[in-house]
């Protein structure tokens, strides 16, 4: 059974060959032109789409040593996502399909991230919690299979990964934000800082408020030293982030504890973070939680997850037709 896989949701175009459960290949071309804007442009990275995403299939099938007659099914992120960005992957998908007579399986790009722990050993046991933090989301689901998954918190407003960006931002770091807010982080003191942790009732969470009082903060400090920024980087960054991983963390650990589950994942591309990671496998060890962390590459946004997402709904023969369209919000 070889699935070829396609993702395109936002500034990453890849594609990925799985076989009988396998991965094989995981091509991914990324975006720089978005770096000079300062986040990603939705136009460009349509275009960006179409232009890499013949050769990065391509390659994918080189890779995997596969050849488009060998492959049973063909899979694409159908949301949530960039509309125009996933109406090329899903266009290129149902259109190579077609040619080919295959059937096409659709994704939900955040239950592939979830599933992105399966690509890899040591796989985590149902059920098992699961925080997806990204740019875009930031959700704890109980996962009861690999087709069953229920969100039981997420944020009321900003996603994780958007106060990660938007702090950097105001930082006058260059985009992406959140992985150097990350580097700085690791020489700084994460208690120079202190700033009010949300209030949200049961498992949800809420990031606008932190971004808030982050800009008053860095407004004040600028008034008192023009030089503050530069002076105290790796510490603001330090005390930022701890703040957000302590955030997430405090909700993962009471879910956890209504749930009695201590089987425990991150998935998603603020999973990359060294300090929520850290953090978790530190808190998990205290719990007696399994804690389950993807490899760096399977974090952002990948094919590989697409296929795996894509390998459990072909063994329930969980098919599309020609009719299917790409949406930018989709339920999990």
Known sequence: MNILAIESSCDETSAAVLSNGKIYSN???????????????????????????????????????????????????????LLGALLVGTS??????????????????MQAHVLAHFIQDPKPEFPFLCLTVSGGHTQIV??????????????????????????????????????????????????????????????????SGIKTSFMYFLQKQLKENPN???????????????????????????????????????????SANSGLRSSLLELGEKLGWKVYIPEFEYCTDNAAMIAMAAHYKYLENDFCDQTVSPMARMEF
Do not use: W
């Open 27 to 81: 091509v991914v071309a990324t975006q720089l032109i978005h770096t000079q804007y300062g986040g990603v442009v939705p136009e460009l990275a349509s275009r960006a789409h179409q232009q890499h995403i013949l050769p990065v299939v391509d390659k994918a099938l080189s890779d995997a040593k596969v050849t488009k007659k060998d492959l049973h099914a063909i899979a694409f992120t159908k949301g949530p996502g």
């Open 92 to 109: 290129f998908a149902k259109s190579m399909a077609l040619g080919l007579g295959l059937p096409l399986i659709e994704v939900n790009h």
């Open 142 to 207: 109980k996962i009861n299979s690999p087709l069953d998954m229920e969100i039981i918190g997420q944020t009321r407003d900003d996603a994780v990964g958007e106060a990660f960006d938007k702090t950097a931002k105001l930082l006058d770091l260059p985009y992406p934000g959140g992985p150097l807010i990350d580097k700085y982080a690791k020489t700084g003191n994460p208690l120079a800082y202190t700033f009010p942790l949300p209030e949200m009732p049961e498992l949800d969470f809420s990031f």
């Open 228 to 270: 503050f920024i530069q002076e105290n980087i790796a510490d603001i960054c330090a005390s930022i982030q701890y703040t957000l991983v302590n955030i997430l963390l405090k909700k993962l650990k009471k879910a956890a504890k209504e749930t009695g589950i201590k089987e425990i994942a991150i998935a998603g591309g603020v």
